[in-house]
């Protein structure tokens, strides 16, 4: 029998200079684990929020009422359904907007993930950050061009953000779905993010602003970081939304 302790979770949220908060999360305790699930609405497109809470809720909602099968396999169901209700949404009112969405279950001291588009999967482990998901984004492929020549820079900078795979309602090209689970360690400390915090947390080196974020106790850990991008104040800051999760084994033997 797998003894799955507990999964504490933390979460904090800031608007940014943003008109709209378009992020939005879910989170479930189950007897044998925990759900987390952060969307991010499309920017720029109809409807950001709406977009966002239907693919949290529908996610969620799948997730709890289905049984059987392996956890990765339940995960892509769980997003097929919500690419759809996203696709319903917008088919009947003759709109185009999505999403992304990273979702997350801890259970017996591993996680499982899926995710699509470019909000962050963070792991805190010893004063080490690593970013675990994969980035849907034009960053990586802008990345690559600038250490081959500096004449794309503006551009890369204000195209970064842009999205290669979203959740809205078409046929998804970039899913990221591992089939096996990730071993997490006493201490580990689990960040789902919005790409609100890509300034302060996937900068290179990781700031002492950032490391002393990470280092918090865990019920401010989530409000520390989102301050840490509140102090940046960078003139067009995005919607932040941060859920922490630590698992802290059970004491039985």
């Avoid at 020549?149 to 998804?172: C, F, M, N, P, Y």
Wanted: proline share 4%; hydrophobic share 45%.
């Amino acid at each position: 029998m797998i003894e799955s302790g507990v999964v504490n979770v933390n979460i904090a949220q800031w608007i940014g200079k943003r008109v709209d908060q378009e992020d939005a999360y879910a989170v479930r305790h189950f007897p044998n684990g925990t759900l987390a699930v952060v969307c991010d609405g499309m920017g720029g497109h109809d409807c950001g929020f709406q977009a966002a809470e239907i693919a949290s809720k529908s996610f969620t909602e799948f997730f709890e009422w289905s049984e059987g099968g392996s956890m990765a396999g339940l995960m892509l169901k769980a997003l097929e359904k919500a690419n759809a209700a996203v696709g319903d949404f917008f088919a009947k009112r003759a709109l185009y907007g999505g999403c992304t969405l990273l979702a997350v279950y801890i259970s017996g001291g591993v996680m499982w993930w899926v995710s699509v588009g470019d909000s962050p999967l963070l792991l805190w482990r010893r004063g080490r950050l690593v970013r675990l998901n994969a980035d849907h984004s034009l960053r990586a492929m802008y990345e690559q061009f600038l250490r081959n020549s500096e004449e794309v820079a503006d551009v890369a900078i204000s195209q970064a953000h842009s999205l290669r795979s979203a959740v809205t309602g078409a046929k998804i090209p970039l899913i990221d779905n591992p089939a096996t689970p990730y071993l997490l360690l006493p201490g580990d400390r689990v960040v789902l993010a919005s790409d609100g915090v890509d300034e302060l947390l996937l900068g290179k080196p990781l700031s002492e602003a950032a490391q002393k974020a990470l280092d918090a106790p865990l019920n401010r850990l989530s409000a520390e970081i989102v301050q840490g991008c509140r102090e940046l104040e960078l003139p067009d800051a995005d919607n932040v939304t941060v859920l922490s999760m630590e698992y802290v084994p059970s004491n039985k033997n």
